[in-house]
């Protein structure tokens, strides 16, 4: 086997297949509040949505899980899906839109390199929403390693966006 393997620049995560309870309830919150298109249904059992036209960035299914109660919290398993968003202005409209649901957030950071919002998805599956500032202003240590951090996110300043 060779030892000194790098993946190819090209190569990227194509999607992640989250099992859910309920899938009506994992689309309304999927694609009626995040707004992911939905691209194929699987009968009453499966989802396959996207964002742009993709055939899917996110699958959904209830084949081992349906009705089934949210897994533990500790112990080992998916810890979050996160989902990048082109522009700033972007992630700052859907922090209004969560804001105007009443959807709750456990967390909002500034990481250097991002700035991201964290919340549950209905069965307890973390989701990051976030974008990346550009590479030429990642923060880096004197090594030239990246300097990420976890700062709380001026969620006001977010906002501001929406006003330029």
């Keep these: 086997m060779e030892t000194n393997y790098i993946i190819p620049d090209g190569a990227r995560i194509g999607h992640v ?17 995040l707004g992911f298109e939905i691209t194929t249904m699987y009968g009453e059992q499966a989802a396959f949505i996207s964002a742009g036209g993709y055939h899917h960035h996110i699958g959904l299914n209830t084949w081992h899980s349906k009705d089934m109660p949210h897994a533990p919290r500790e112990g080992v ?17 859907i922090f209004r839109r969560l804001r105007t649901a009443g959807y709750p957030l456990t967390g909002a950071s500034d990481h250097g ?4 919002l964290y919340l549950d998805d209905p069965d307890g599956n973390g989701v ?10 990642w923060p880096q240590k004197a090594d030239g390693s990246l300097e990420m951090y976890t700062r709380p996110l001026d969620l006001q300043d977010l906002l501001s966006e929406l006003e330029i």
């Design 128 to 137: 990051e929403l976030y974008w990346d500032r550009a590479p030429e202003l």
């Design 113 to 116: 390199v991002s700035e991201a």
């Design 17 to 33: 297949h989250l099992k859910v309870a309920d899938l009506q309830r994992a689309l309304a919150f999927y694609s009626g509040l």
């Design 77 to 93: 398993g998916l810890y979050h899906t996160a989902i990048v968003y082109p522009e700033r202005k972007d992630l700052a409209k």
